[in-house]
């Protein structure tokens, strides 16, 4: 056989670049230009995404979401384990059995109902990242535990649910540990008669020992903390076979389904006489956020088998996106508000930062008709990239807890984001990308944003982060990783202290002053949800676990035939109507003629 070049050099050219090319190769030296050819444009191509992946300036279209190296991602799930261990052996240091750790005076504060708040509320992180010294001795403390208090005493009942019904509860189901469940169950129990009112909605706070009850700073009950007990309950009765705790906080759901709200604007404050609302305050941060969570999750928990959970849980997610939803004037920014008799605040909360992870969820779990399915999907998106440029903006990467975003031009109504999409859809979907989606540019400079500060602290709240890991979980956009990773070394920077961790004044100046206060959820949620952004297992697998509000995952159930028969649910594999019909398959083409 002739050598390579030979060959070419015999054969008969066709067309000049063959021939140059056969030219090429036959010269050893220029042979390997083609070759340094494409490297040069390979580095002139992926260089810029390379080097100035993450820069302020670059807008999020072009940032490729790189995939991270598996040393790197168990290098950074280490170090949120890490600061887990720090926050939890502060804690025990200058707090142990309290509720929870004062970091600047190393001393402590019994502020939810001094049982250990940060014991109950955080065994399951160690469980997950598999701190089993930690978790032993947390029995210890649960063992102990009577639930006492001063018969002049109460605790309030959506917190006791959430942190350690919830925190017990999720412990349980990952340990399988029986006292764990013992202590549920007694808990429970002792909270019981907050329902004993005359609509069924519960009290503000109970005393666990006396069973006395009383209402909080509103006289009626708000619309998340009627609402947030319904996963606890509903798993305490599969568990235990008690069938009260199914049916007193079912009929929580029964005044829900059976309310004269047409608009699905389901109110934040209601009368614990009459069941009905008292307020037309409609909202998804404060006073409402997790009762949006619970129309889903609890429908999710019992394998979905409660349909009309999911029927209100869509109802009400469309007058979100009708009513809640704008985009500011200045850089689009997709966020969400609340409205007071129809009329919007244009106040964005940290708190509702929630709400792009429970949309991801949703569509990752529900059968949606693909409109729904693009609609929440995009409202996933942007609000979770609104959340994260909240962070990226400020001065520490940290995000405020209350902004007023800049007022639309004109009409409040110009900025609505569903008016605005429908232009979009209208005029043949321009750009490819609905209103609200970016490309974003960090700002820096205070006066350069679309929003001012109302509340400028940064209280370890997780709402921006839970939504990373739920918007990483259900895309697989590793943008998210990176974007948690960024405020999980923003808090490592500014929130650290030798004393575990503490909130912010004013996330917009450094250096900063510091908080004292290390809220339980900061344990609970924040470093739970940062863990579990970068542990390589999917430990907590969404179609196996359902998270409370709390961050407490719970293990997807089903109803036996017995329950199912006492609670009315339909029986397994029985039609349930939905209130969105799915499209019909395209017509069947006719057959050809030829
Ligand atoms: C947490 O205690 C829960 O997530 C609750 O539902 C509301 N938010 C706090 C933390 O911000």
Redesign the pocket.
């Known amino acids: 056989m002739l050598p390579f070049h030979t060959r070419q050099a015999n054969a008969k050219p066709k067309v000049l670049s063959v021939q140059s090319l056969k030219l090429l190769y036959s010269r050893p030296v220029l042979r390997w230009l083609p070759y340094l050819f494409g490297l040069i444009l390979t580095v002139w191509l992926f260089a810029p995404f390379v080097f100035s992946y993450g820069r302020e300036s670059l807008p999020i279209a072009a940032q490729p979401a790189l995939p991270i190296a598996p040393e790197v991602l168990s290098a950074r799930a280490q170090s949120v384990r890490d600061a887990y261990v720090h926050a939890y052996s502060s804690y025990k240091k200058a707090a142990w059995t309290f509720d929870e750790l004062k970091p600047i005076s190393g001393g402590s504060d019994n502020n939810f109902n001094g049982w250990g708040v940060s014991v109950f509320d955080s065994l399951d992180t160690m469980w997950i990242m598999g701190l089993h010294d930690l978790f032993e001795e947390g029995l210890d403390v649960v063992t102990d535990t009577t639930f006492y208090v001063s018969p002049e005493n109460y605790v309030p009942f959506f917190e006791t649910i959430?942190?350690y019904l919830g925190g017990l509860l999720s412990a349980y189901a990952l340990s399988g540990e029986p006292i764990l469940l013992k202590k549920a169950d007694e808990l429970g129990a002792s909270l019981l008669p907050a329902f004993k009112t005359p609509s069924g909605l519960p009290w503000y706070a109970v005393n666990p020992m006396t069973g006395t009850t009383r209402a909080g700073w509103t006289s009626g009950v708000l619309w998340?903390e009627a609402l947030?007990n319904q996963m606890e309950y509903k798993y305490l009765a599969h568990l235990t076979g008690r069938y009260e705790y199914y049916e007193k906080t079912e009929k929580i759901m029964k005044i829900m389904y059976n309310a004269e709200i047409t608009d699905g604007q389901f109110p934040t404050q209601w009368d614990i006489k009459t069941g009905k609302p008292i307020n037309s305050h409609f909202s998804v941060g404060a006073y409402a956020?997790?009762a949006h969570e619970y129309l889903l999750k609890q429908y999710l928990l019992s394998a979905q088998s409660e349909p009309k959970t999911k029927a209100l849980y869509l109802k009400v997610v469309d007058s979100i996106i009708d009513t809640l939803l704008y985009v500011t004037p200045k850089r689009g920014l997709l966020y969400v508000t609340d409205v007071n008799s129809g009329a919007p605040s244009f106040k964005f909360e940290h708190?509702s930062c929630?709400l792009p992870g429970m949309l991801a969820l949703g569509v990752h779990t529900l059968d949606l008709p693909p409109k729904t399915r693009e609609l929440h999907a995009w409202a996933a998106e942007g609000i979770a990239t609104t959340c994260w440029l909240t962070y990226a903006d400020s001065a520490t990467g940290l995000g405020p807890d209350e902004m007023w975003m800049t007022r639309p031009e004109g009409q409040t109504t110009s900025g609505k984001w569903s008016t605005l999409v429908e232009e979009w859809d209208q005029a043949g979907r321009p750009g490819g990308t609905p209103p609200g989606l970016g490309p974003f540019k960090v700002e820096k400079q205070a006066d350069g944003r679309d929003y001012g500060m109302y509340q400028s602290t940064y209280?370890l709240?997780?709402?921006a982060v839970e939504s990373f890991y739920l918007m990483w979980r259900t895309t697989g956009d590793a943008v998210w990783r990176e974007r948690g990773w960024a405020v999980f070394e923003a808090i490592e920077k500014h929130a650290r202290l030798e004393r575990g961790y503490a909130s912010i004044m004013d996330v917009d100046s450094t250096p900063v002053k510091h908080k004292d206060e290390m809220?339980s959820?900061f344990l609970a949620?924040t470093l739970k949800y940062l863990y579990l952004l970068f542990v390589d297992q999917d430990i907590i697998p969404l179609d196996k676990y359902v998270f409370n509000?709390?961050?407490h995952p719970l293990p997807i159930f089903e109803w036996t035939p017995k329950e199912r028969a006492r609670y009315n649910i339909p029986a397994k594999g029985a039609s349930t109507k939905s209130p969105y019909v799915k499209p019909p398959p395209p017509p069947q083409r006719p057959a050809s003629e030829s």
């Open positions: 959430i942190r998340s947030s956020d997790s708190l929630f209280l709240r997780p709402e809220p959820f949620e509000t709390e961050a």
